[in-house]
């Protein structure tokens, strides 16, 4: 299993409707895709930042979560670069 952890941050007059993308657009749109297993995120509100982590069954699975940013870029969101982890620990 993987985990795609991504970062990036916001102009704080579109932290609703970057908040709106991610609960109607991100989370059922990663639902559809191969391999997708949890999604989580978070807002840093006073830096303007957000967190976006989600597993997956094979890094190849995760790597095509990207096809989903370009509706968040078109309202101003930027992203850092992902990153992918194995998960060799679970609790």
Same mark, same amino acid.
């Given at each position: 299993?993987?985990?795609?952890?991504?970062? @990036?941050?916001?102009?704080?007059? *579109? +932290? *609703?409707?970057? %908040?709106?993308?991610?609960?109607?657009? +991100?989370?059922? @749109?990663?639902?559809? +895709?191969?391999?997708?297993?949890?999604?989580? @995120?978070?807002?840093? &509100?006073?830096?303007?930042?957000?967190?976006?982590?989600?597993?997956? *069954?094979?890094? %190849?699975?995760?790597?095509?979560?990207?096809? +989903?940013?370009?509706?968040? %870029?078109?309202? @101003?969101? &930027?992203? *850092?670069?992902?990153?992918?982890? %194995?998960?060799?620990?679970?609790?």
């Amino acid at each position: 299993m993987y985990a795609r952890v991504t970062t @990036g941050s916001y102009n704080a007059s *579109d +932290l *609703d409707k970057i %908040e709106q993308i991610f609960n109607q657009d +991100l989370v059922p @749109g990663f639902k559809k +895709l191969a391999g997708f297993q949890s999604f989580q @995120g978070g807002f840093d &509100r006073g830096a303007n930042r957000f967190v976006a982590i989600s597993t997956w *069954d094979t890094v %190849e699975h995760a790597n095509a979560a990207q096809t +989903l940013r370009p509706q968040f %870029e078109t309202i @101003g969101a &930027r992203f *850092d670069p992902p990153q992918n982890f %194995e998960i060799t620990t679970t609790s």
